[in-house]
């Protein structure tokens, strides 16, 4: 049985996360790095006003996946493959190997500063749930002008789809989707406007700054979300990390590709359960778990019976 890791994206955070973490000696070493590199207490990494900055957001949640997955190969709880929604994907290639946890603080801090910088205010994701590609698209066409730009943006489940723009053109799409029938349009906790073209001049910057970065090929099945596809050439991988910002996110049809290959055991790292809500339909012949609901021992034990089965 397969097993995949899985790593969260913004609108997961809350304050705390990272006290939350196992008391385990990987845990400390990885937050021990963080501290190092970004030059501030771990402890004030995660409080609510660290929070509401696009960047300390990124960095905590960067830190809380690479913390647990490191702390579950201490264990000898091995994964197979793995997968990060947006800012995910640089906990799953720090996790496969594909560049040291160093070099991705220093990434995902620019990351962040560079998307806060485009978009500082008046901009941000809201979740259409209820409604599908077909009868969502057209709305978001009717209001996107240059103007008021809107997009289509993450596509986490046939309806659940996240759309993203100026916060005037995403009231306009949510009351319309409403009318047409949507059950909810949700405000996501992200307050810039990922993964859709607003971002193309901050995600080639960002593109800029990852040639200097060391890279190795992955160790273990790197999944990407954008493209979803398994890649393995480390310079796709860095481009496909640099670009994920203004790429649409692929989530379900990941999901549907993991399964394909054989993932059955899938392992959400921290914080947070939105991931594994959102394998449970595909993964209904294997087991969806969340980290942050379930116990080390057993998460260990469930890893370790996976990597023992065909």
Known sequence: MQVLITFPGQGTQRPGMLKDLPADPAVAAVLAEAEEVLKVPVAGMDTPEHLQSTVWTQLCLLTSGVAMARCLAAHDARA???????????????????????DALRLVRLRGELMAQAYPRGYGMTAILGLDRNRLAPLVAQVCSP?????LANFNAPTQIVIAGSEAAMAEVSALAL????QAAKPVAIHVPSHCPLLDAAAHALQQAMQGVALCAPSLRYFSASKARELRDPSR?????ALNMATPVRWHETMLLAHANGARLVVEAPPGDVLTRLAQPMFADGMPLACDRTRLDSIVALMRRGQASP
């Open 179 to 182: 009318a047409a029938g949507a």
């Open 147 to 151: 103007q008021r730009p809107v997009y």
């Open 237 to 241: 991988i860095a481009d496909d990390l």
């Open 80 to 102: 197979d493959a793995v997968a990060g929604l947006s800012i995910g994907a640089y906990a799953a290639a720090v996790t496969a190997g594909v560049l040291s946890f160093a």
